[in-house]
């Protein structure tokens, strides 16, 4: 008569091996462990990129030559003529990383990209601030303009905040939002 222990390891004639009951749970532990692991990589990568936007809101900070003491809540933006300007938010629910340079006549140039893809792909921006606190960019994609960009700003404490939608030429219609510290 064999003896099982709590493991799931017999006792037959001083030997000892492993029951059926022990190589289930081996394979339950494998699955178990395989998934965990799965959930700790998808966490590690949220919190990549969550570092990585906090990164970029505190890397977005105007040179430390130029002031914005004095500056009303209307022309935060207006220091940044010609120079290019660093934001960080999302395209749908991708992380996304802006580059814009305002224009003193009002045109906005620049470009995009998910840090997820690793800098594969850029997307170029060209358009205009219509009006203070409006900014409707056409997005180019190798070139081919693939989607039109509506955006209003907003203000709150020190951040500066574009947020939207994107209508791309396909017809899918995507939320936007990207921020900077205006300080």
Same mark, same amino acid.
């Given at each position: ?81 010609? $120079?290019?300007?660093?934001? !960080?938010?999302? =395209? *749908? @629910?991708? +992380?996304?990383?802006?580059?814009? $340079?305002?224009?003193?006549? !009002?045109?906005? =140039? *620049? @470009?995009? +990209? ?70």
């Amino acid at each position: 008569m064999a003896k099982n222990d709590s493991w799931g390891l017999s006792c037959r004639g001083g030997q000892a091996g492993l029951t059926d009951r022990s190589l289930f749970s081996l394979a339950d532990h494998r699955i178990f462990f395989y998934h965990r692991a799965q959930q700790i990589s998808l966490i590690m990568k949220f919190l990549i990129t969550l570092t990585i936007a906090m990164l970029a809101l505190i890397a977005c900070t105007p040179p430390a030559s130029q002031s914005t003491t004095g500056t009303s809540v209307n022309s935060l933006d207006e220091y940044a003529n010609g $120079t290019v300007q660093q934001y !960080g938010g999302s =395209v *749908g @629910s991708r +992380y996304a990383m802006f580059q814009l $340079t305002w224009k003193s006549s !009002g045109n906005v =140039v *620049g @470009s995009y +990209y998910h840090p997820a893809d690793h800098g594969t792909i850029s997307y170029q921006l060209k358009g205009k601030n219509t009006a203070d606190g409006q900014l409707v960019l056409t997005e180019y994609t190798q070139g081919r303009q693939t989607a039109i960009l509506t955006l209003n700003k907003s203000i709150s404490q020190s951040l500066i905040t574009w947020s939207g939608t994107m209508h791309n030429t396909d017809g899918r219609v995507i939320p936007v939002s990207f921020t900077r510290n205006g300080q």
